[in-house]
């Protein structure tokens, strides 16, 4: 039953590995998103930075069920849902590596060198 659903793996326990190490690795990458949430956002307003990151993570989560759901039915494959989330995950290492091109801190952060909002 399982090739049915994934022509890579034969075996259970060769999809949880990987799903598991995929997990793993987001799991990075979203600490680094609230790193730099709290690392640039005012001293005021940090929590409300890091909610703002979180909530909009949340949108992700809540559609990708019902993406996946829409190509599995559409396809009788899990392969496009994997492939959708390996051409969003490497557009997201793009805008990243390429629109990221300094971090530092907002007016109004403890480490910023612009003057303090009252």
Do not use: K
Not at 16 to 33: E, I, M, P, R, Y
Not at 38 to 43: C, D, G, L, Q
Not at 55 to 80: D, H, K, M, Q, R
């Amino acid at each position: 039953m399982l090739a049915h659903y994934s022509p890579w793996f034969t075996s259970w326990g060769g999809a949880v590995a990987v799903l598991s190490l995929a997990d793993f690795g987001l799991n990075l990458a979203v600490t680094q998103f609230l790193a730099i949430a709290t690392a640039t956002a005012p001293a005021r307003s940090t929590a409300s930075f890091a909610g703002a990151v979180n909530g909009l993570s949340v949108i992700g989560g809540t559609a990708s069920p019902l993406v996946t759901g829409y190509l599995v039915e559409a396809t009788g494959s899990f392969a496009s849902s994997f492939a959708l989330s390996g051409v969003m995950l490497v557009v997201v290492v793009v805008c990243f590596v390429f629109g990221v091109t300094r971090i530092e801190p907002l007016p109004g952060h403890p480490n910023s060198r612009s003057p303090r909002i009252s």
